[in-house]
């Protein structure tokens, strides 16, 4: 099992940025992908970006590519998600999430571990 505490959020204007992190605990944190998803009230929770356990691979959702990176820090456990040029409608609960293995996987029913989350708010 892994611990996720995310950290990071708040609220920016239009076109800003805003650096999200997420600390893990538990298992070896070199030995799975992390994940970033989103959820706004109503709806499903949705992908946003991943990476595979030493940082070789990421994906992300179509609406996020050039504006936000994922990496990580295994030295430091930790996982973030730099967000820029944001946008209204990037406005969510932010949570991270440990796969299930090390390769880079886009669905909720893949990760096995969450954080609690973190608000992000985008003001127009």
């Known amino acids: 099992q892994v611990q996720l505490v995310e950290s990071g959020g708040g609220l920016v204007q239009t076109g800003g940025s805003l650096r999200l992190s997420c600390a893990a605990s538990?298992?070896?944190?070199?030995?799975?992908?992390m994940g970033w998803f989103r959820q706004v009230p109503g709806k499903e929770r949705e992908f946003v970006a991943a990476?595979?356990?030493?940082?070789?691979?990421?994906y992300y959702r179509d609406s996020v590519k050039g504006r936000f990176t994922i990496s990580r820090d295994n030295a430091r456990n930790t996982v973030y998600l730099q967000m820029n040029s944001l946008k209204p409608e990037d406005t969510a609960v932010y949570y991270c999430?440990?796969?299930?293995?090390?390769?880079?996987?886009?669905?909720?029913?893949?990760?096995?571990?969450w954080g609690q989350g973190t608000q992000v708010t985008v003001s127009s």
């Open positions: 990476i595979s356990w030493n940082g070789g691979s990421t």
């Open positions: 999430a440990a796969g299930r293995s090390s390769r880079v996987v886009v669905t909720t029913s893949s990760y096995d571990d």
């Open positions: 538990g298992r070896t944190f070199s030995s799975y992908a």
